[in-house]
């Protein structure tokens, strides 16, 4: 895949001519060449002393023309002058123009150097500084600009600005910011800071980043603004966006890969509705049931009351509410289900400020009277259920509760809880949204409960299209087989379409070929259908949408351990769930010993270690530990993306986050292997340690294995036939270039054993 985006490169290496008359020494460090005469018997500056302060990026898109902007703050942390010279890696093929470089406010001119030109420079600078990272860019030609000088401790401002042409497949068009250059930086990044405009002639539906948790917004049906904001940054992976348009009420688009023929293959389907002004939400029923019991009292149960009122406050004429409080007793804001005209919104948000905290727990009564409240099964119903405890009063067992529930919901309605602190039973409200097609949502005890809330809220108040399913017919001639076209589809249960929002949804197929796709769903009271051609590839010829695989992946995992959880163990699972660790690097609380140095990946008794470690660990269904399992599991079922590290998203505290190795073939893993995990639960503590010896790259994972990284897919029969390969000998870089796409994958500063294509090769260091 071609890259759009012209960078900074960001590697170091130390002179290694010094002693030459007339020859220049060279460093390079964040893009910045610095060229010395050379001193004999001198020492040559360090990597260290070049520092980037800020990246910012800002890009506007119309239709497929991108306009990027990228400013870089960087400074000479040396006391010496230092003359700068800065290196662009170019795109093969890729259609840029109109390309501007200015430092300090001051344009700048440069060479353009062809791809073999620019090889040798890549070369250089690697065998020099003796670090791989360059590896990557072999492929790809290089701009060079003039040499200007930078004081000691000052600092300068390097701006880039062009345009590009993007390419467009499989209906959306794709644009790529490979701020991932920057993970050869020897400090951090302080702050990165994306801001992606886009602007389309026909309607904007899906608008999607495989590789990045994105700030949405969506001021019309032709305009979003994405915007991503990072700090401290080490390590980042190239920043992708996608997006889509088509006429209609609901746009869709779809991706597959299949990286082998023999097997099936991975499907992306994005569904997104209508962001049109006048598009006109359904009208709605909710109940919003709020935990008052003496466990609440204070700063909790003040933040809850600020949470009901929002929801109050956020509903429109045409809906129907009603609140239901609960301690030892349950009581509601009135008998039955009320409009929300301007006096009854007025009366319930004084009836909030008249609720206090005290008593006992009785969840079972709370959930029997919001769901006896629903009776219409035409309207869209949803009940959002916050508790900060574990039953304590009336029914208390907990497969009960979730059975009476389903007895109670006549009108199919949406249950989506909120458990607040450790003390909840998480697998209990895991149950009952399973069941009731919703959501659980965990607040830890630092928390903002009101935020949580209306965040989620946000989200779902507006439903455009319910009971929505989905229907995929092959055009092709398909022989008899009990086996469906396509299986093992997440999210499993498929939620209602609301506006704003869209539905990622991944799973197999068995058969190549055109498609059509055809999505049906309820708007007022009358069944709607969508339909659209799609295509299924026989054979992906590259990793372009590779993402698509590791999305399922991490969903099948989430689904996995949901099934673990709530229907006891199954052999078969765990198997599964230690195959697909292993292969995509997902680790959990019951796999992460997969990632200690000593535990052989092929070992047979690695299922058993795991189903019991699962078995043990899963009974935990309150307090901490039992809280962390079911919010991981959570975030892996409802990913939007496939992070690198194996998902875990945002289920860690800050602190954690903050010590978490960032992925990437440099060595930054190794020197983070120390970092503290004060602060962090056991369960995150414990998966962040197994994650230091885990490296996600590209498509493949690494563990660190006998004092060195092993590509997770090589065999102990591959593994005795490898092909030994020194690194940086003439053999090393002839491999990158003969597999220049997969380069990345032998860009590692220490011994590797890796597959590229159909060879197994040991990357040995060098004597």
């Known amino acids: 895949m071609q890259r759009g985006f012209w960078t900074l490169i960001v590697a170091a290496f130390a002179a290694l001519f010094a002693n030459l008359a007339q020859a220049q020494v060279v460093i390079i460090d964040h893009g910045v060449r610095v060229i010395r005469p050379p001193v004999v018997n001198r020492p040559t500056l360090p990597p260290s002393a070049y520092k980037v302060r800020s990246v910012d990026m800002n890009v506007t898109v119309k239709d497929q023309i991108a306009t990027v902007q990228l400013s870089q703050v960087f400074q000479n942390v040396s006391s010496q002058v230092l003359e700068a010279q800065l290196l662009f890696p170019m795109p093969e093929n890729a259609a840029v123009s109109q390309l501007t470089l200015l430092v300090d406010g001051k344009e700048l001119a440069g060479k353009l150097m062809k791809k073999d030109e620019a090889r040798a420079i890549y070369e250089s600078i690697v065998r020099q500084r003796k670090d791989p990272a360059l590896l990557e860019y072999l492929g790809q030609g290089l701009f060079q600009t003039s040499v200007f000088p930078v004081p000691p401790q000052a600092e300068r401002k390097v701006e880039i600005r062009y345009q590009q042409l993007l390419r467009s497949e499989s209906g959306l068009t794709d644009l790529l910011l490979p701020i991932g250059t920057h993970k050869h930086a020897h400090h951090p990044i302080e702050s990165m800071n994306i801001a992606v405009r886009v602007e389309t002639s026909e309607p904007l539906k899906a608008v999607y980043s495989p590789t990045h948790a994105i700030e949405l917004t969506r001021p019309d049906g032709t305009h979003a603004v994405c915007k991503l904001t990072l700090n401290h940054v080490s390590n980042p992976d190239d920043f992708r966006l996608l997006f889509g348009t088509e006429r209609g009420a609901v746009g869709m688009s779809v991706l597959s890969y299949r990286p082998k023929d023999s097997e099936d293959g991975y499907f992306l389907m994005l569904a997104t509705p209508d962001v049109r002004p006048d598009a006109k ?20 149960f003040e933040q809850a009351r600020g949470a009901l009122k929002f929801l109050i406050q956020q509903l429109r ?53 919001a769901l006896n409240q629903l009776t219409d099964p035409k309207r869209p119903s949803y009940v959002l259920f916050l508790t900060d405890g574990i039953p304590t009063v009336g ?66 108040g507006s439903p455009v299209l319910t009971d929505i399913a989905i229907n995929v017919d092959i055009d092709a001639v398909i022989p008899a087989s009990t086996t469906p076209l396509i299986s093992r589809t997440y999210p499993r249960q498929l939620t209602d379409l609301f506006q704003g929002e869209q539905l990622v949804w991944v799973g197999r197929y068995r058969q190549a070929g055109a498609a059509k796709v055809t999505l049906t769903g309820v708007a007022a009271d009358q069944k709607k259908t969508f339909g659209f051609p799609a295509n299924f590839v026989a054979k992906s010829n590259d990793e372009t949408f590779g993402f698509v695989e590791k999305l399922w992946a991490t969903r099948r995992v989430g689904e996995i351990i949901d099934e673990l959880d709530l229907r006891g163990q199954n052999q078969e699972l765990v198997d599964e769930l230690v195959r697909l660790s292993i292969q995509h690097g997902i680790l959990t609380p019951y796999t992460s010993f997969l990632a200690d140095e000593n535990v052989r990946l092929a070992d047979s008794g690695n299922a058993i270690r795991a189903s019991g470690v699962a078995r043990r660990e899963l009974q935990k269904a309150d307090g901490a530990e039992g809280f962390e399992q079911r919010l991981f599991k959570g975030r892996l079922q409802a990913a939007q993306n496939a992070p690198a590290g194996g998902g875990f998203g945002g289920d860690l505290s800050d602190r ?112």
């Open 281 to 300: 939400p359904l009208p709605k029923t909710c109940v919003f049931v709020i935990d008052r019991s003496g466990s609440m009292t204070g700063q909790k």
């Open 317 to 369: 004429p045409e809906d129907n509410f009603n609140v239901v409080v609960y301690d030892s007793a349950v009581e509601s804001f009135r008998p039955e289900l009320q409009r929300a005209d301007e006096a009854t919104i007025k009366a319930a948000l004084g009836f909030a400020d008249g609720l206090y905290a005290g008593g006992s727990t009785n969840i079972d009564g709370a959930m029997q009277t």
């Open 395 to 460: 029914e208390l067992n907990e497969q009960r509760i979730a059975a009476k529930a389903k007895d109670a919901n006549k009108v199919n309605a949406r249950v989506f809880n909120f458990g607040v602190g450790f003390d909840v039973n998480s697998r209990l409200l895991d149950r009952i949204s399973r069941d009731h097609r919703g959501q659980s949502v965990y607040v830890r005890p630092s928390e903002n409960i009101e935020a949580s809330v209306s965040s989620l809220y946000r989200k779902i």
């Open 656 to 767: 954690a986050k903050s010590a978490q190795p960032q992925s990437g073939p440099t060595s930054s893993l190794s020197r983070n292997r120390g970092a503290s995990l004060g602060g962090v639960s056991g369960v995150a503590a414990k998966r962040l340690e197994a994650e230091s010896n885990l490296r996600q790259v590209g498509q493949k994972s690494f563990f660190r294995k006998n004092n060195q990284w092993q590509d997770s897919t090589v065999s102990d029969e591959q593994a005795k036939k490898a092909i030994r390969v020194r690194q940086f000998s003439r053999e090393y870089f002839d491999l990158a270039a003969k597999h220049a796409a997969l380069a990345k994958y032998i860009a590692f500063d220490e011994p590797v054993l890796v597959n590229l294509g159909e060879t197994t090769y040991q990357i040995d260091p060098e004597e």
